[in-house]
């Protein structure tokens, strides 16, 4: 624990989630570390209580570890705040553009920027204590990386690229390039159009592996004119548990997306 500058208690909560935990979701990660000492937690406001126990009671299966009485008012209170900064964290894993955040849970930028990295810090400890007690950390590294690069799972393997952030990988899956080796074989005027800029494709092909990045003598080619990618999912095309056509928003761009 004192090589991961971790409080102690903060260990300990993890240990206690994790125990027994087959395949944690997301959320239920996102919750663990909320309640963690090392993550200050959102605040509830008037009618957050009422709000966030019914997600709770609704989801209850993913949580991890004990649930608290309500009639222990502060330990019941610590709970729901926690549950409420996992729902922003969740939020910002599925793609929920930034202004939507920052509306819905009253909270600045540096607000998600801060609990972006703490929970990232966090899972992070969480995957190396998982390791060394001999559980399986897979749902707690893909839980790290989607809060990490603010996308769904499906977009992992592209924003593992330098230079492609959620809003660029978004685009590419849209136009059904989905993985790098996608890219390393796509048609060149299609990743142009998505990238929007020669400089911008040459160095994300590079980065990808793509053995020729030149985009020389290249036009632009709309993903939609080529047979079996694009489709009617546009780049905005996904959707959150709850709003509709914000994922791929420009509005993400605001935490060093692009």
Do not use: C
């Amino acid at each position: 624990v004192s090589r991961l500058y971790l409080d102690p208690m903060s260990a300990a909560e993890i240990v206690d989630g994790l125990t027994g935990a087959e395949d944690p979701s997301a959320l239920g990660l996102y919750h663990l570390t909320a309640r963690t000492p090392d993550m200050y937690e959102l605040f509830l406001r008037s009618g957050d209580r009422e709000t966030y126990t019914e997600i709770g009671y609704e989801r209850e299966t993913e949580l991890l570890g004990e649930t608290p009485s309500e009639f222990e008012e502060a330990r019941f209170e610590d709970w729901l705040a926690a549950l409420k900064t996992a729902r922003l964290l969740e939020d910002w894993a599925d793609e929920v553009g930034e202004d939507r955040i920052t509306e819905r849970y009253d909270v600045g930028p540096g607000d998600i920027r801060g609990k972006v990295d703490t929970a990232e810090w966090l899972l992070g400890a969480a995957e190396r204590i998982a390791d060394e007690r001999g559980f399986d950390a897979r749902a707690i590294q893909r839980a790290r990386q989607r809060v990490q690069h603010g996308v769904r799972e499906e977009l992992l393997d592209l924003v593992g690229i330098r230079e492609v952030g959620r809003k660029r990988a978004r685009r590419l899956y849209a136009a059904g390039i989905e993985t790098r080796a996608d890219l390393r074989a796509a048609d060149k005027g299609v990743v142009l159009a998505v990238l929007k800029g020669e400089k911008t494709a040459e160095t994300v092909l590079e980065n990808a592996g793509r053995e020729d990045p030149s985009m020389e003598g290249t036009e632009p080619i709309d993903p939609g004119s080529v047979d079996g990618i694009g489709g009617d999912e546009g780049a905005g095309g996904v959707e959150s548990r709850d709003t509709k056509g914000e994922a791929g928003g420009d509005d993400q761009a605001r935490l060093g997306d692009f």
